[in-house]
């Protein structure tokens, strides 16, 4: 079975620009959440989608934002990017929707704002 | 919200020793506390968790505490290898889907 894949891996951008980074889960699964890593802060919860619903958001500007779609791939957008959003992004998809489960996260999407 | 504190930072054993995480949350509500390793260049992964109504899990050399009173759980790795070198993050999570509030990682060098 695939893991979770992310794309693009690596990408440059520029302060004002925007960003958009895809997350392909798990087959079967339903869950789809992002979280923002960076050296010193863990990782950081963005959003979670379920069968299409945003379900949780965590504490970021609305600049931040995601979808999903019916095949359960997730997307997830980033508007005027500044220079702290540089980071890494990790997807994780999980079988379990109920907050209480393993959750299977893709090798992450490296994003550096200059 | 929740708040999860990690502590060490960063933790150095001789190979043969005991390693221990120690992390806290904030939220009563929470009931889930996976911990995951993330080794240098690659993805988290989940290696032992916990639900709260159980206080010790172990498997092999990697045990996890959950002290429900004190809001505290931890992880114990016994007889380090090099190969347990990696960031350990623990989590904390309720039954409200998959929002995970992460520790700030422990970076564990096992010293051959």
């Known amino acids: 079975k695939a893991g979770v894949t992310q794309t693009p891996r690596y990408l440059i951008k520029t302060r004002g620009q925007q960003v958009t980074l895809s997350c392909s889960p798990i087959s079967g699964h339903r869950s789809v959440s992002w979280y923002q890593q960076t050296p010193g802060q863990g990782l950081q919860f963005l959003f979670e989608?379920?069968?299409?619903?945003?379900?949780n958001k965590g504490n970021f500007p609305g600049r931040f934002s995601g979808r999903q779609f019916s095949n359960s791939r997730s997307e997830m957008n980033v508007s005027t990017l500044e220079l702290g959003d540089s980071a890494l992004y990790l997807c994780?998809?999980?079988?379990?929707?109920?907050?209480?489960?393993?959750?299977?996260f893709g090798e992450g999407s490296r994003l550096t704002v200059l | 919200g929740e708040n999860v504190e990690q502590h060490p930072s960063t933790l150095s054993v001789q190979e043969g020793d005991s390693a221990v995480i120690k992390c806290t949350y904030s939220d009563s509500a929470s009931n889930y506390f996976p911990w995951y390793k993330q080794e240098l260049g690659k993805r988290p992964q989940l290696i032992i968790d916990i639900r709260s109504n159980v206080g010790e899990k172990k498997d092999q050399r990697i045990a996890v505490t959950l002290n429900k009173t004190a809001k505290h759980f931890s992880l114990h790795i016994t007889e380090t290898q090099p190969e347990d070198s990696a960031v350990y993050f623990c989590a904390a999570s309720k039954n409200t889907g998959n929002q995970f509030y992460f520790g700030t990682g422990t970076s564990l060098t096992v010293i051959p």
């Open positions: 989608y379920f069968s299409e619903t945003q379900r």
């Open positions: 994780a998809s999980s079988l379990n929707g109920q907050g209480t489960g393993e959750l299977f």
